[in-house]
C-alpha cells in the first residue's frame, strides 16, 4: 500500500533527483533544474516555511511527490491560493495508486490548512487523465502554453 507523508529534510537528496528527472520530461531548452543547490534550497524552502510538500512511499520506498506553495492572489490578496508546481510519480510506480493519493492529500492539507483556492495543472504528455482532476471536484479554467524563445 502506498504511504503520504510530508516531506523532511532527509527526502532532499532524493527529491533533488528525482526534480532533475521531471525536468527532463518537462523537456524544455532550459532546464528548470539547472542547479543542484539552487533546487536543493528551493525544495527544502517548502519545507521549512509550511507549504505543501508530500513523498509517496511503496514498501518504504519513496516514489513520488508533490509539492505547492501557499500564496495570495495576484488580483484580489483575499484569496489564499495552494498552487501545486510540481507533481512526479517515478515511471515504475506509475498506474498504481501513488499519483492519486498524493493529489488526495494534497487537496485535503489545502483544505486544511484554509486554501480557497487549489490550482493544479497537467504537462502536456502527463499519463494523468484530466477526468481524474475534474471527477475530484477541479474544473477546466484556462490552459497554459510555452513559447520558448531562447
Given at each position: 500500500?502506498?504511504?503520504i507523508?510530508?516531506a523532511?529534510?532527509?527526502?532532499?537528496?532524493?527529491?533533488?533527483?528525482?526534480?532533475?528527472?521531471?525536468?527532463?520530461?518537462?523537456?524544455?531548452?532550459?532546464?528548470?533544474?539547472?542547479?543542484?543547490?539552487?533546487?536543493?534550497?528551493?525544495?527544502?524552502?517548502?519545507?521549512?516555511?509550511?507549504h505543501?510538500?508530500?513523498v509517496?512511499?511503496?514498501?518504504?520506498?519513496?516514489?513520488?511527490?508533490?509539492?505547492?506553495?501557499?500564496?495570495?492572489h495576484?488580483?484580489?490578496?483575499?484569496?489564499?491560493?495552494?498552487?501545486?508546481?510540481?507533481?512526479?510519480?517515478?515511471?515504475?510506480?506509475?498506474?498504481?495508486?501513488?499519483?492519486?493519493?498524493?493529489?488526495?492529500?494534497?487537496?485535503?492539507?489545502?483544505?486544511?490548512?484554509?486554501?480557497?483556492?487549489?490550482?493544479?495543472?497537467?504537462?502536456?504528455?502527463?499519463?494523468?487523465?484530466?477526468?481524474?482532476?475534474?471527477?475530484?471536484?477541479?474544473?477546466?479554467?484556462?490552459?497554459?502554453?510555452?513559447?520558448?524563445?531562447s
Amino acid at each position: 500500500m502506498t504511504k503520504i507523508r510530508r516531506a523532511c529534510l532527509e527526502d532532499l537528496d532524493w527529491l533533488v533527483d528525482q526534480a532533475e528527472e521531471f525536468s527532463k520530461f518537462f523537456g524544455s531548452k532550459k532546464s528548470l533544474f539547472p542547479d543542484r543547490d539552487f533546487a536543493r534550497n528551493g525544495l527544502k524552502s517548502l519545507i521549512d516555511n509550511n507549504h505543501i510538500l508530500l513523498v509517496a512511499l511503496k514498501d518504504d520506498l519513496p516514489v513520488g511527490f508533490i509539492g505547492g506553495y501557499f500564496t495570495p492572489h495576484p488580483f484580489n490578496p483575499s484569496i489564499r491560493t495552494l498552487v501545486e508546481t510540481f507533481w512526479w510519480v517515478i515511471p515504475e510506480a506509475r498506474g498504481g495508486s501513488a499519483g492519486f493519493r498524493l493529489l488526495q492529500n494534497f487537496v485535503e492539507l489545502g483544505k486544511e490548512e484554509k486554501a480557497d483556492w487549489i490550482v493544479v495543472s497537467l504537462e502536456a504528455h502527463s499519463p494523468v487523465n484530466p477526468d481524474v482532476l475534474e471527477s475530484r471536484g477541479f474544473k477546466l479554467q484556462e490552459r497554459s502554453f510555452l513559447m520558448e524563445v531562447s
